[in-house]
């Protein structure tokens, strides 16, 4: 297409007669038709027979990638039922395993780039080798199968060394970034009572070194059933030692081999966090065999990742991208793992990353691109991206003009896939296929094996209208359970309260005729800050503290442009007034309390709070009318307890700052 004004649904690429026959998804196909004949007419009837035929799919994604078990299962699916599927029960695997299936002695594993260093290729064989002595070490320290490893820790080649030795031996995996506070990370780790902490004693971001060492020791003290706390040195520089604390250098240099502790499909694998809208994050346990299959499936089909594909999706410890990323891996990919700030020392660093490594495979958010296209880059007239065959968006919807962009200045002959789906599964529910044409502001399909659709209130599944968007057969890397909730009822209440035995996630969605899908932002009131889920609690527990605050509300919201904003609205207390100090002040405490992420893009002062009658603050309709939803659909006035409150909101959609 000419650079032209562009609307949702216009059709921006369509797949050659020779992008289909290389894709991974034709040649699933043709084997799916060679060994259980089974003949289908494109990507829409393939993905009813994954859907309805859920068992039948699932066993065949077994046979195809030979996914490697010690032992057979007795049956695919235990159950149907959700919550309460189990998958391939009575076998017994390791996902590590799984991943040195791919090794090639010298050939490149994975790339490391960061804001002071070149790109560094690591070796199959320098990457088994590490893996085996940090296994080794963590199980001379006693680390078996079911207990937590933890990280505090950047995305860095230790990291994910780490937690390829902690999968290989069955223990438990979890990971923050170290731009989080303390307090933070804290309120995860400690939940799950872990017996050995990975942290790093500084990071960088945006040409600036942050010393980590106070926090980690203030996790240190806080977390008492650590045994054990391990610090990577990563960047240069005196700092203090934490105290009993083991060197990174001490783990390596064992001459061993990776031994592969097997366990049934359903073990553990991580525990990956909730936002925290209503507290505490929650913690979500996932297992090894249904992380191993789900991304063996999507990083084949819907990334359309093949052996020695360099692939990169931006992300931190602390977002599931990150496990998403080091997952490629599983199919022969080249991981790169960048650590740093994205547009430092401007938005090009990224791109100029792309055309070094020889990028296949660019994944970023809608946030990232929308910076580019207001700074009006050309990455694809400065830079020779001649090897991107791909690109992914995630962490909030990519408008039609986003979508332009991207064919526009970067490659016309690329597939485009946005992606919605998530921690809450490791992976996507709706995606990108090779197969299928690419429609401005759209996601492409429904990815194989998830039975998404749009619900309406009476949970009757509905084409063109927006609805809940609920997944309908279970998956296999759906939480096992949520940590410390034994009789199940945060699990339940989390998706399957909405429409019971159906997960609800919490997003608007419409389903196209055409078959694709356009998400319309969240349904309930997680923010999304490049890509993070955060939740309004944390920045209560923060703001609550301020005495210049008598009451504040926090919501993120897409606008009708597209843009995503996070703006605070606050009530002050009295005698006090939102002046440049008070500001500037709100900012600084959530900056450290929180994360750089959790500052808002504006704070604003208001009279209320809008509420319930029970006193519950109304953050989804407040970001409905912001979004550009009717007051009169976006919120029952008569159950207020002040209705007079959403006239600002009104006023402020109407006439935004931005």
Known sequence: ?????????????????????????????????????????????????????????????WRFFQVQSSQPYREVLSQREMPGARWFQGSRLNYTQQVFANMDGQKTAFMFKCEQSPLQPVTWQELYGQVASVAASLREMGVGRGDRVVAFMPNIPQ?????????????????????????????????????????????????KIFDTTSAVAEMTASMPTLERVVTVSYLDGERDAVPGAM??????????????????????IWVVYSSGTTGKPKGLVHSQGGVLVEFLKFHSFHLDLRPEDVFFWFSTTGW????????????????????????????????????????NFFGTSAAFIGACMQQGLEPGTEFDLSSLRAMGSTGSPLSPDGFKWVYDEIAGDIVLGSTSGGTDISSGFLGACPLLPVRAGQLQCRCLGVRAEAWDEQGQAVIDQVGELVISQPMPSMPLYLWNDPDGQRYQESYFSVYPGAWCHGDWVRMTPEGGCVILGRSDS?????????????????????????????????????????????????????????????????????????????????????????????????????????????????????????????????????
């Open 526 to 658: 997680t923010l999304n800050r490049q890509g993070v889920r955060m939740g309004s609690a944390d920045f209560y527990n923060v703001l609550d503290d301020l005495p210049e605050l008598a009451d504040s509300l926090i919501v993120g919201y897409t606008d009708p442009k597209g843009q995503y904003h996070m703006p605070l609205f606050v009530v002050l207390a009295e005698g006090c007034a939102l002046d440049q100090e008070l500001t500037k002040r709100i900012n600084s405490i959530l900056r450290s309390s929180l994360s750089p992420r959790h500052v808002p893009d504006g704070v604003f002062a208001i009279d209320e709070v809008p509420r319930t009658i029970n006193q519950k603050k109304l953050e989804v309709p407040v970001i409905n009318i912001l979004s550009g939803v009717p007051v009169e659909q976006a919120v029952n006035v008569d159950s207020m307890s002040n209705p007079e409150s959403i006239a600002y909101f009104q006023r402020f959609a109407a006439e935004p700052p931005w």
């Open 159 to 207: 990291t994910l060394i780490a937690f390829l030795a902690c999968a290989s031996l069955g223990a438990v995996w979890s990971s923050c970034s170290p731009d989080f506070a303390s307090r933070s990370v804290v309120d995860r780790f400690s939940q799950i009572e872990p017996k050995v902490l990975f942290a790093v004693d500084a990071y960088i971001y945006g040409g």
């Open 320 to 359: 599931v991208m990150w496990n998403i990323v080091q997952g490629g891996l599983l199919v022969g990919a080249v991981p790169i793992l960048y650590d740093g700030n994205p547009a430092y020392p401007d938005l090009k660093t990224l791109w100029k990353m792309a055309e070094e490594a020889k990028i």
């Open 1 to 61: 297409m000419t650079k032209e004004n562009v609307k949702d649904g216009d059709i921006l690429w369509r797949p050659s007669e020779s992008v289909k026959a290389r894709a991974n998804l034709t040649r699933f196909m043709a084997w799916l038709e060679q060994t259980r004949g089974l003949a289908f007419d494109g990507y829409p009837d393939l993905w009813k027979w994954s859907t309805t035929e859920v068992e039948a799919f699932w066993e065949a994604l």
């Open 247 to 268: 060197p990174w250098e001490e783990l390596l240099g064992r001459d061993e081999p990776l031994a592969y502790e097997q366990v049934p499909f359903n073990h553990p």
